[in-house]
């Protein structure tokens, strides 16, 4: 199985909207509703921010939101602030009792 | 609360076996519904998924990395463990365990240990 394909960094201003992508294939991201979304500050563990495709666990702030559209799925933070500026990764599940992450995205808030 | 904590060798000599584990408290490991995960991540990279052990202690593995991993358990401990053969500095990592849902709670990984920084070297 191969990685999930994210691009390496994202930016925004404050209060802006910013859109993270993440691309996989027919028999992982678009094959199933079990994509994640992580947020790990570094030197932490990370932490789930998004669940199957959508759902928010709670206490994450409604600005995280998730989708998927065919083989990519999205992560979009609204209403950017200063405490956003983390590394972000996808997960899905793989079928066949597999999981995989994607490489992961550093956003940077500017 | 659900906590996870990792323990065991920080410094592993090549060829040699890495070990470790991860003890679980504020719920059952034998809990239905949920499977524990070791994930790893090389410093300044991206997540690896390892593999997980089902509530019922059936196990899954990444195919990349199959023929040199085992995942087991100790339910009176509640904890369960790593063993990583033959490791080449390849393997330097930090190492998180995480409890992990399954069909029925999403397949994501909702609790995660602090990690342990595992050094291959001799």
């Known amino acids: 199985q191969s990685a999930l394909t994210q691009p390496p960094s994202a930016s925004g201003s404050p209060g802006q909207s910013v859109t993270i992508s993440c691309t996989g294939t027919?028999?992982?991201?678009?094959?199933?509703?079990?994509v994640s979304w992580y947020q790990q500050h570094p030197g932490k563990a990370p932490k789930l921010i998004i669940y199957?495709?959508?759902k928010r666990p709670s206490g994450v702030p409604d600005r995280f939101s998730g989708s998927k559209s065919g083989n990519t799925a999205s992560l979009t933070v609204s209403g950017l602030q200063a405490e956003d500026e983390d590394d972000y990764y996808c997960?899905?599940?793989?079928?066949?009792?597999?999981?995989?992450f994607g490489g992961g995205t550093k956003l940077t808030v500017l | 609360q659900l906590q996870l904590q990792e323990s065991g060798s920080g410094l592993v000599k090549p060829s040699q076996t890495l070990s470790l584990n991860c003890a679980v408290s504020?719920?059952?490991?034998?809990?239905?519904?949920?499977?524990w995960s070791w994930i790893r991540q090389p410093p300044g990279k991206g997540l690896e998924w390892i593999g997980y052990?089902?509530?019922?202690?059936?196990?899954h593995y990444n195919p990349s990395l199959k023929s040199r991993v085992t995942i087991s358990v100790d339910r009176s401990k509640n904890q369960f463990s790593l063993k990583l053969t033959s490791v080449t500095a390849a393997d330097t990592a930090v190492y998180y365990c995480?409890?992990?849902?399954?069909?029925?709670?999403?397949?994501?990984?909702?609790?995660w240990g602090q990690g342990t920084l595992v050094t291959v070297s001799s």
């Open positions: 995480a409890r992990t849902g399954d069909f029925w709670t999403g397949y994501c990984f909702d609790y």
């Open positions: 504020g719920g059952s490991i034998s809990s239905g519904g949920y499977s």
């Open positions: 052990m089902y509530h019922s202690g059936s196990t």
């Open positions: 027919s028999s992982d991201v678009g094959g199933y509703d079990y």
């Open positions: 199957e495709v959508s």
């Open positions: 997960s899905s599940y793989a079928g066949s009792n597999n999981l995989v």
